[in-house]
């Protein structure tokens, strides 16, 4: 998925261990959501909120491996 996300220029910071305060920090400075299924983030203030995992339709195209992602009406 990460890969796919470089094709098509979305930021995006990978970090090994824990990062959670770091991931806070760009989604202040983005402006944007967090995508993950941890609790912690709903303590922090986060502009644009949480998206949970479990609110959304990942699926890989056989053809091209790219991912498909839709969100799911809540």
Do not use: Q
Request: aromatic share 6%.
């Amino acid at each position: 998925m990460v890969e796919t996300l470089r094709e098509l220029g979305v930021p995006l910071c990978v970090v090994d261990g824990e990062a959670d305060k770091m991931i806070a920090d760009l989604a202040h400075v983005w402006n944007c959501p967090i995508v993950s299924d941890d609790s912690d983030f709903l303590l922090y203030d986060l502009p644009g909120g949480v998206i949970s995992c479990g609110d959304m339709d990942i699926k890989t195209t056989s053809a091209s491996s790219r991912y498909v992602i839709n969100l799911i009406a809540i």
